[in-house]
């Protein structure tokens, strides 16, 4: 029996918003969509006119859909904004490789400037490299710090007022459930923002804030819209991984406390008696941090000494470790003196080592992206066969059956056996709960690792 | 393995590490009990004070702390005058007769207090020591009220039903501190309940030491420092036999889940329960009074000044789901629903409501709900 579309009542409904439960057809869903969407853009003032705005991509769905609707809008409503992609390369064999190409396919597509920074030439490491030296834990703090700066770095060399994020409701939850699971109070408050960043720095904005993966996944998939789906290959016991399995527990119990979840962090307040850090500037890489010297320096530090465990853990512990590194480099007889001396030449010797990394990599940077402009245009249509297909065989799709299977409506389920014949019968059913779970599983990394500008994570 | 305390063998283990005797066990536990009383420095001498027991483990452990207080002969006498009450559902028969038993073991005298009271507007003080009489007409209708909620709603609503009873007989007993035994582990899961369900601004009075939100009487909670770890040893020792019973027993709730999760997240990690109880500390509440407060649980409304919150953002996607709004780009999305209770998502929300109790109020049928919230 169809459902008729709640709001237009014509014609059948293809699906139920799990936000509200309301049906609605395929034209009237992406009607609703993309307003809502407008409506959070213009209600929280995320923009101004005449703006340029850096889309922080990743290939995945929710950068994805962000850049479309980003376009749409900024046509239909005249929002006056120069959107841009940015987008970071890891350098994680057989995932971001992979997904670069796609955003390369979003760039033609959507017609829009495309910047890629590599870790390695901004940070001398590719993520594969720092994996071999750190093991398969660990290794999304150094992928979370690092993409935090890195999208910083990229959008002051675009020149770009704010950096839009692909976080969707869902991430924003989760973010919240984990910062009460690890007591972290200072981003527990910060974290529902819809615009994050302090003075002098370049805010980021979360579009997609009050949006559903659920919903962006339809949208993506009603629109036909070409977006890269393969978890990362690092994807690690990370702990955000526990707070994600609850939600999706949670959700699919009542599905409106993804919102009832973000309006409890957004009305929270914190005791004033409670002392928070304060943000300031990395005072060796000028970049914003709640320490003096900032994360990612730290990181890099220990990367490059041969301590990769630096960063990792108490602040105690990493000074303890660097006193014993430098200690076996002095050999001498007073040695915790020497040490105490030492540790401040390092930090000036570092710094001037940084500076002139930095330039070094500043260069690199632009003949990348050169190199990727001329590389790309030949090979468009290539990719577009690609990946299309790729979609279909690395099992993003099984999500998608899932989530068609749990919210279209019956109507259209044959529609879905058309679409996609190789899940008729027998395999439809198979799909849902036990694939549904393990997909699940596997994504425990897809926040921390699978797209841009995690900031809540990591470190 | 010898106790951390003194020299003796070992009989407890805490946190899988920590090892005490039974007798360095007991007194701390003793003393996690007093000091949370003794730091708040809420008791005056003598103050009349009303317990709420559920025949559970950590009410059995309570009520044997509070006995073992008033019996001490010294400095350290707990100078309180206890009063219990009982809250049953028709179905806990069983719970009731242990209750009654357990108190006359103490030699303490209970109020027993059907839940289906909470519809009653006339106030009575029931017999002490016996089960009273139910009135089947209103204990039909409050069945059914429940009933017509999914679980969720229905185990936030019982609590909220719980603290209204609480305090409706704190005030007939002129009491003006009630007891409640909730363990660090149930405040843990509440945090994670209150969240779930849009409660963030009202944890402080949820979860913290003290629920103030009524002018008169104040809900403490004594035993959050101790953990149910603790509480299974200490019955053990004492030889007490609790009736196991769980509030939360509905397999298809958030609760239930987020029990689940957080006894599984202990398991990994011992420090999960500590660490949320800690932040919970650190969450503060909306101290702005002239903004109202809800009539069913009693929190004061949050403020509503800032630019966007998902509330709003749930009522726009309700707004552009439905029929009668046409694609005019130009109309202001934000007021066309938001007094119509029919199809707004948050009937009578920051008017009569907060958000989590609207919510509530949008989940049941509106015919069943007792008289003083007639009027929504």
Same mark, same amino acid.
């Given at each position: ?143 979370? %710090? ?52 302090? &003075? ?139 040490? %105490? ?119 | ?227 149910? &770890? ?147």
């Amino acid at each position: 029996m169809p459902i008729p579309c709640r709001r237009c009542c014509v014609k059948n409904a293809v699906l139920k918003r799990p936000k509200t439960g309301d049906a609605l057809c395929k034209e009237c869903f992406f009607w609703a969509f993309e307003t809502e969407i407008h409506y959070t853009i213009t209600k929280a003032e995320l923009f101004n006119k005449g703006d340029s705005v850096a889309i922080a991509a990743s290939g995945g769905k929710d950068s994805t859909v962000l850049a479309h609707v980003m376009k749409t809008l900024n046509q239909q409503y005249n929002y006056g904004l120069n959107l841009m992609l940015l987008s970071i390369d890891e350098g994680i064999t057989g995932y971001r490789d992979d997904s670069l190409e796609t955003v390369k396919q979003n760039r033609d597509d959507y017609e829009m400037p495309l910047k890629i920074l590599s870790y390695k030439d901004l940070y001398g490491w590719t993520m594969d490299e720092i994996v071999a030296q750190i093991g398969r834990k660990n290794n999304c703090t150094f992928c979370g %710090v690092f993409r935090r700066q890195a999208l910083d770095r990229g959008a002051a060399l675009l020149g770009v007022k704010c950096i839009a994020t692909g976080h969707n409701a869902d991430d924003i939850a989760e973010t919240v459930l984990m910062n009460v699971l690890r007591g972290d109070i200072a981003r527990l408050k910060r974290c529902t923002a819809i615009t994050t960043g302090s &003075e002098g720095t370049i805010p980021r904005v979360k579009p997609l804030k009050y949006t559903y993966e659920k919903e962006i996944v339809m949208y993506a998939h009603y629109k036909k819209l070409v977006y890269f789906s393969t978890e990362c290959v690092f994807a690690p016991n990370a702990y955000r991984g526990h707070a994600r399995a609850l939600l999706k527990d949670m959700e699919k119990v009542r599905p409106s406390c993804i919102m009832d979840i973000i309006y409890s962090g957004e009305t929270m307040s914190v005791k004033e008696q409670v002392t928070l850090p304060t943000q300031g500037i990395c005072t060796r890489c000028k970049f914003v941090s709640s320490q003096e010297v900032c994360k990612a320096c730290v990181l890099l530090e220990g990367l490059n000494k041969g301590l990769p465990r630096l960063g990792i853990g108490k602040s105690s512990k990493a000074k303890r470790m660097l006193e014993e590194y430098n200690s076996k480099q002095v050999n001498g007889t007073d040695l915790l003196a020497d040490a %105490v001396n030492d540790l401040n030449d390092v930090d000036l010797d570092k710094s001037n080592k940084i500076d002139s990394k930095k330039k070094e990599c500043c260069g690199n940077i632009d003949t990348t992206c050169n190199k990727n402009k001329s590389n790309c245009c030949g090979g468009t249509g290539k990719c577009n066969n690609q990946h299309s297909s790729a979609v279909h065989e690395n099992g993003g799709n099984q999500k998608l059956n899932s989530l068609l299977e749990q919210y279209e409506l019956d109507e259209s389920s044959n529609i879905q056996d058309t679409l996609h014949p190789e899940s008729n019968g027998a395999n439809a059913s198979d799909n849902s709960d036990g694939e549904y779970s393990k997909e699940e599983e596997d994504d425990t990394c897809s926040s921390s690792c699978g797209k841009m500008g995690s900031l809540q994570i990591g470190f | 393995m010898i106790c951390k305390k003194c020299d003796s063998p070992k009989t407890v283990v805490l946190r899988q590490k920590d090892f005490y005797c039974d007798e360095c066990f007991m007194i701390s536990t003793n003393h996690k009990f007093r000091a949370c009383l003794g730091k708040n420095k809420i008791l005056a001498p003598n103050e009349k004070v009303l317990i709420c027991l559920s025949g559970g483990v950590s009410s059995s452990v309570l009520l044997d702390l509070i006995q073992y207080g008033i019996s001490l002969e010294n400095t350290k006498k707990l100078r309180i005058v206890p009063f219990f009450i009982h809250i049953f559902d028709v179905e806990s028969k069983t719970a009731t007769d242990f209750i009654l038993e357990q108190c006359k073991k103490y030699n303490f005298n209970v109020y027993m207090v059907h839940l289906s009271d909470y519809l009653n507007t006339s106030c009575q003080l029931p017999e002490q020591n016996c089960i009273p009489e139910v009135n089947c007409d209103v204990a039909n209708q409050f069945h059914s009220m429940q009933n017509s909620m999914p679980p969720t709603a229905r185990n936030d609503l019982l609590l909220t039903i719980k603290r209204t009873l609480f305090i409706k007989y704190a005030k007939l007993l002129q009491c003006n501190i009630v007891f409640t035994a909730e363990t660090s582990n149930t405040l843990a899961i509440k945090l994670l309940c209150n969240l779930a369900v849009g409660r963030g601004s009202q944890v402080q009075n949820d979860i913290g030491f003290s629920d103030t939100r009524d002018e008169k009487v104040r809900i403490i909670r004594p035993m959050r420092d101790i953990s149910k &770890e603790e509480l299974d040893y200490y019955i053990k020792i004492k030889q007490l036999y609790p009736i196991c019973n769980s509030s939360i027993n509905n397999t298809n709730s958030l609760q239930s889940v987020i029990a689940s999760f957080v006894f599984d997240l202990q398991e990994n990690f011992q420090s999960t329960i500590s660490t949320v109880c800690k932040t919970a500390d650190k969450i503060g509440v909306c101290a702005d009074r002239t903004l109202g407060k809800c009539l069913i649980c009693e929190s004061n409304f949050n403020d509503v000044n800032f630019k966007l919150s998902a509330l709003e953002a749930t009522s726009i996607s309700r707004t552009v789901s439905f029929a009668n709004i046409s694609s005019n780009h130009n109309t202001d999305l934000s007021n066309i629903f938001k007094n119509d209770s029919h199809t707004a998502v948050f009937p009578l929300v920051h008017k009569y409501l907060c958000y989590g109790c609207s919510r509530i109020h949008s989940e049941m049928k509106r015919s069943t709900l007792p008289p003083h919230l007639q009027i929504l």
